[in-house]
């Protein structure tokens, strides 16, 4: 309980950083336990929120086929950070990505990606085991399959990660609507399309 306290407690504009994980219209397509419309506007969602809040982000794709292309929602992700290709689904295995994660100087690590089973779990149980504290972001995650993905919801909360949403995560980093900030934030989670 220590670790998620810690993780929701740490979460912070100054803190925190983004990694989205195989984000990919080719890959998304598939999934069943978050429909690809709304797993694509949750991450959209995401986005707006690292520009807003300042927040490094950097998004991580595998070759599919001869297609690495983001969905729509996080094209242009490039002004928060970098886009990377890897080969491998495991972040330690992957240097250019873990490098990109250690340069931002910021503990907790907010994931979003596609498919749960594999890159998600790893990359989250790899970034605790490097001492990152790890919010997972369900509404921007997702599976082709709801029976493994709940077993590795429970997985990686055992091992101190948090599954949280993009809209619990707004209102941690600014829970008014008054200021500037607040209405550009409110904007962004009000446009995600659940189902």
């Not at 242009?76 to 290709?85: C, D, F, Q, T, Y």
């Amino acid at each position: 309980m220590l670790n998620r306290q810690s993780a929701w407690a740490q979460l912070s504009a100054g803190m925190a950083q983004v990694l989205f994980c195989d984000l990919q219209k080719a890959i998304v397509k598939h999934g069943q336990t978050n429909i690809p419309k709304a797993l694509a506007s949750a991450a959209g969602a995401l986005l707006q929120l690292t520009k807003i809040f300042d927040l490094p982000a950097v998004v991580s794709v595998v070759p599919h086929g001869s297609d690495s292309q983001v969905i729509t929602e996080l094209e242009g992700a490039e002004s928060v950070g970098p886009k990377l290709l890897r080969t491998t689904n495991r972040l330690v295995a992957d240097p250019p990505t873990l490098q990109a994660i250690k340069r931002s100087d910021r503990k907790v690590l907010i994931v979003a990606g596609f498919m749960m089973e594999a890159v998600v779990l790893d990359t989250v149980l790899d970034a605790r085991a490097a001492g990152y504290e790890v919010l997972v972001a369900v509404d921007a995650c997702g599976s082709p399959s709801l029976r493994t993905e709940q077993s590795v919801l429970r997985q990686m909360e055992s091992a101190g990660a948090v599954p949280t949403s993009v809209i619990s995560i707004r209102t941690k980093l600014s829970p008014g609507f008054s200021t500037d900030e607040g209405k550009q934030m409110f904007a962004a989670v009000q446009a995600i399309k659940y189902a």
